[in-house]
């Protein structure tokens, strides 16, 4: 086993200044780093844009050897191996996209001792013959990067995660650190159990991603509502907006298309050629929306995303937690917007109960499903009941939708008692609508049919209107008083919990349904509020002393990123990030000495792009003076 450097903390510190361009660790990064780096196992939890990498690329160059990380995507490695090279690590990658020469090259450089890194996709980790030539390496650390997809109950499970386990066996001297954003305690455990990590430090970072404002709405026209949040807060920015099916997501981003915004589809049945194109487009542009379905996104590392919405309801709070989280990478401020519906809740009842799985697995993900209905359906803060579920205790955020505007609630105890005798009068056969339409008193040859219109819950909802009703129907859902049975066709069965309620035993408060209606001049006050947020200021040195960046400067400084991008075929962000872009607009070094201590400014790209940035900002300056 490679022995760890003298002195962790300081080497670690340097290597972290010199070569990443961060003056100082966040968080738990140091701990990890230096336990790590002295040889420790490590689980490490830490959510999205927290600074996981770091934890295993910085113990690689402390250590002697070459580091092998897993990783489940060819798009993730590659912008990985891409960020490390441009600030001169020295990173490869083995996966299916290489022909055979490349391949050939990365082997000989991983096992002759030119390449700190190596990234491989399970598969072709436990591939024949790879651990056998890897033996040949002398090896420093294994990284497993998305450990969450070893877990068999988890929303990404590969089978491939299960027989990592193998590393433990072949090589007992070798540290392994696993890595994950989204883990409850379940899923920790599985981690721990499946990988042998029974020795491994757990590092549990808060899961809280506070630049993220978490907002969910009674859906009414999903699309006009998008549009309208768009339109409201993000004009111009890039975001991605998820639908559970393909056609939604073509006919949602055709429709975008029309009313004049950049949007995109992305999905697995597009051709690849098209799919590759949308999503460089996606990383390499500012202001382009990609609509897509979960196959978009753990392989995307874009960091200015400022928005993520959900068309859909997905599968469970990871899933949620995870594709919101894509969202404000680089710390800014970011939505995560959602519209839902009894609809959602139909669907994906219907998904569990169909599945091949067996019941453990259907139990599990109905108890998942309920978890993410819970956090739809609250009253009070959103955040407070998503980091429960990750087993992070808060107080309310004050920043979500229901913080900021919370919503109404009221004594539907009545109400509630009416819509679960109209489920037992009309022998728990029918759905939400026509359930609405007995309530309502709606006549028609169907309700003649059934003889329902003589029902004695017929007409007796009539004060509350339809929306009223489905957000009753799906709150009673959320709290369990009522299920979706599928061989029925969706329709509303009784459970034993609604005993209480029936009786008079129970009250029941439940929210109002919220519409959301943004007139034109709200929209103008948010575009004016996130115009001030971002400090765009006129003149160079005026927005330099009132630590704002400067708008025609950041401008130019992007302009500048895109075109070296284009030229060494790599995304925006992995020249620069928008972070640095914008601190270079606001303290405008006119020194290597200077630019050296800008956040993200590492030696090699100070020796790379120094004297251009330098050019660049001095033309500014003396143009504007």
């Given at each position: 086993?490679?022995?760890?450097?003298?002195?962790?903390d300081?080497r670690?510190?340097?290597?972290?200044?010199?070569?990443?361009?961060?003056?100082?660790?966040?968080g738990?990064?140091?701990?990890?780093v230096?336990?790590v780096?002295?040889g420790?196992?490590?689980?490490?939890?830490m959510?999205?844009?927290g600074?996981?990498?770091?934890?295993?690329?910085l113990p690689a160059?402390?250590?002697?050897?070459?580091?092998?990380?897993?990783s489940?995507?060819?798009a993730?490695?590659?912008?990985?191996?891409a960020?490390?090279?441009?600030?001169?690590?020295?990173a490869?990658?083995?996966h299916?996209?290489l022909?055979?020469?490349e391949?050939?090259?990365?082997r000989?450089?991983a096992?002759?001792?030119?390449?700190?890194?190596?990234y491989?996709?399970p598969?072709?980790l436990l591939?024949?013959?790879f651990?056998?030539?890897?033996?040949?390496?002398?090896?420093?650390?294994?990284a497993?990067?998305?450990?969450?997809?070893?877990?068999q109950?988890?929303h990404?499970?590969?089978?491939e995660y299960?027989?990592l386990?193998?590393l433990a066996?072949?090589?007992?001297e070798v540290?392994?650190?696993?890595?994950?954003a989204?883990?409850?305690?379940?899923t920790?455990a599985?981690?721990?159990?499946?990988?042998?990590?029974?020795?491994?430090?757990?590092?549990?970072?808060?899961?809280?991603?506070p630049n993220?404002?978490?907002?969910?709405?009674?859906?009414?026209?999903?699309?006009?509502?998008?549009?309208?949040?768009?339109?409201?807060?993000?004009?111009?920015?890039?975001g991605?907006?998820?639908c559970?099916?393909?056609?939604?997501?073509?006919?949602?981003?055709?429709?975008?298309?029309?009313?004049?915004?950049?949007?995109?589809p992305?999905h697995?049945?597009?051709?690849?050629?098209?799919?590759?194109r949308?999503q460089?487009?996606f990383?390499?542009?500012?202001?382009?929306i990609?609509v897509?379905?979960?196959?978009?996104?753990?392989?995307?590392?874009k960091?200015?995303?400022?928005?993520?919405?959900h068309?859909?309801?997905?599968?469970?709070?990871?899933?949620?937690y995870?594709?919101t989280?894509?969202a404000?990478?680089?710390?800014?401020?970011?939505?995560?917007?959602?519209?839902?519906?009894?609809?959602?809740?139909?669907?994906?009842?219907?998904?569990?109960?169909?599945s091949e799985?067996d019941e453990a697995?259907?139990?599990?993900a109905a108890?998942?499903?309920?978890?993410?209905?819970?956090?739809?359906?609250?009253?009070?803060?959103?955040?407070?009941?998503?980091l429960?579920?990750?087993?992070?205790?808060?107080?309310?955020c004050?920043?979500?939708?229901?913080c900021l505007?919370?919503?109404?609630t009221?004594?539907?105890?009545e109400a509630?008692?009416?819509?679960?005798?109209a489920?037992?009068?009309?022998?728990?056969?029918?759905?939400?609508?026509?359930l609405i339409?007995?309530?309502?008193g709606?006549?028609g040859?169907?309700m003649s049919?059934w003889?329902h219109d003589?029902?004695?819950?017929?007409?007796?909802?009539a004060l509350?209107?339809e929306a009223t009703?489905?957000a009753?129907f799906?709150?009673?859902?959320?709290?369990?008083?009522?299920?979706v049975?599928?061989e029925?066709?969706?329709?509303?069965?009784?459970?034993?919990?609604?005993?209480p309620?029936?009786r008079?035993?129970q009250?029941?408060?439940?929210?109002?349904?919220r519409?959301?209606v943004?007139?034109?001049?709200r929209r103008?006050?948010?575009?004016g509020?996130?115009?001030?947020?971002?400090?765009?200021?006129?003149?160079?040195?005026?927005?330099?002393a009132?630590?704002?960046p400067?708008?025609?400067l950041?401008?130019?400084l992007?302009?500048w990123r895109?075109?070296?991008?284009?030229?060494?075929?790599?995304?925006?962000?992995?020249?620069?990030?928008?972070a640095?872009?914008?601190?270079?607009?606001?303290?405008?070094?006119?020194?290597?000495a200077?630019?050296?201590q800008?956040?993200?400014i590492?030696e090699?790209r100070?020796?790379t792009y120094?004297?251009?940035l330098l050019?660049?900002?001095?033309?500014?300056?003396?143009?504007?003076?």
């Amino acid at each position: 086993m490679s022995a760890p450097p003298p002195n962790i903390d300081v080497r670690a510190l340097e290597r972290l200044r010199q070569t990443f361009g961060h003056p100082a660790f966040r968080g738990s990064q140091a701990e990890i780093v230096r336990h790590v780096a002295e040889g420790g196992d490590a689980l490490v939890l830490m959510p999205t844009g927290g600074g996981k990498s770091l934890c295993y690329q910085l113990p690689a160059l402390l250590r002697d050897g070459l580091t092998i990380v897993v990783s489940p995507l060819i798009a993730l490695m590659q912008d990985q191996v891409a960020a490390l090279q441009q600030i001169g690590v020295r990173a490869g990658a083995l996966h299916s996209g290489l022909g055979g020469r490349e391949a050939s090259q990365t082997r000989r450089a991983a096992l002759g001792g030119a390449l700190d890194l190596l990234y491989v996709a399970p598969e072709r980790l436990l591939s024949d013959g790879f651990l056998d030539m890897m033996a040949g390496a002398r090896i420093a650390l294994f990284a497993i990067d998305e450990a969450h997809c070893v877990a068999q109950w988890g929303h990404d499970f590969r089978p491939e995660y299960l027989q990592l386990s193998v590393l433990a066996e072949r090589f007992p001297e070798v540290p392994r650190i696993a890595l994950t954003a989204t883990a409850d305690p379940q899923t920790r455990a599985e981690i721990i159990e499946r990988l042998g990590l029974d020795r491994a430090r757990v590092f549990v970072s808060s899961f809280d991603r506070p630049n993220i404002r978490y907002m969910i709405e009674d859906r009414g026209d999903g699309r006009a509502q998008l549009l309208d949040f768009i339109r409201g807060s993000h004009e111009g920015e890039s975001g991605i907006v998820y639908c559970l099916s393909r056609r939604k997501v073509e006919e949602t981003a055709e429709w975008l298309a029309e009313r004049g915004l950049l949007a995109l589809p992305y999905h697995a049945g597009l051709d690849a050629s098209i799919r590759a194109r949308h999503q460089q487009r996606f990383q390499e542009e500012d202001g382009v929306i990609i609509v897509a379905t979960i196959a978009f996104g753990m392989g995307i590392d874009k960091p200015d995303v400022r928005f993520v919405a959900h068309l859909d309801l997905p599968k469970s709070v990871e899933g949620y937690y995870q594709e919101t989280g894509r969202a404000g990478r680089d710390g800014g401020p970011a939505d995560a917007w959602m519209v839902y519906g009894m609809a959602d809740v139909v669907q994906q009842r219907r998904l569990i109960d169909e599945s091949e799985a067996d019941e453990a697995w259907k139990r599990i993900a109905a108890a998942k499903l309920n978890a993410l209905l819970g956090i739809a359906e609250i009253a009070g803060c959103r955040r407070v009941p998503l980091l429960a579920y990750f087993g992070e205790a808060s107080a309310p955020c004050g920043r979500c939708d229901n913080c900021l505007t919370p919503p109404q609630t009221w004594d539907a105890t009545e109400a509630a008692r009416m819509a679960l005798s109209a489920v037992y009068r009309t022998g728990q056969r029918f759905g939400v609508i026509h359930l609405i339409e007995v309530l309502r008193g709606r006549t028609g040859e169907r309700m003649s049919r059934w003889r329902h219109d003589q029902l004695s819950v017929f007409g007796i909802g009539a004060l509350h209107d339809e929306a009223t009703w489905r957000a009753v129907f799906r709150q009673l859902v959320a709290l369990g008083l009522v299920e979706v049975d599928h061989e029925a066709h969706g329709a509303l069965k009784l459970t034993e919990m609604a005993r209480p309620v029936l009786r008079g035993e129970q009250t029941l408060l439940l929210r109002r349904p919220r519409v959301t209606v943004r007139a034109a001049s709200r929209r103008k006050a948010a575009r004016g509020a996130n115009a001030g947020s971002a400090g765009r200021e006129p003149v160079g040195r005026a927005s330099a002393a009132s630590g704002t960046p400067d708008a025609r400067l950041l401008d130019l400084l992007k302009a500048w990123r895109l075109e070296q991008s284009r030229t060494q075929r790599v995304p925006p962000y992995i020249v620069l990030n928008d972070a640095t872009l914008q601190a270079l607009a606001i303290e405008q070094p006119e020194s290597l000495a200077a630019l050296a201590q800008v956040h993200g400014i590492g030696e090699r790209r100070l020796e790379t792009y120094g004297e251009a940035l330098l050019r660049l900002i001095a033309e500014f300056q003396r143009d504007n003076r």
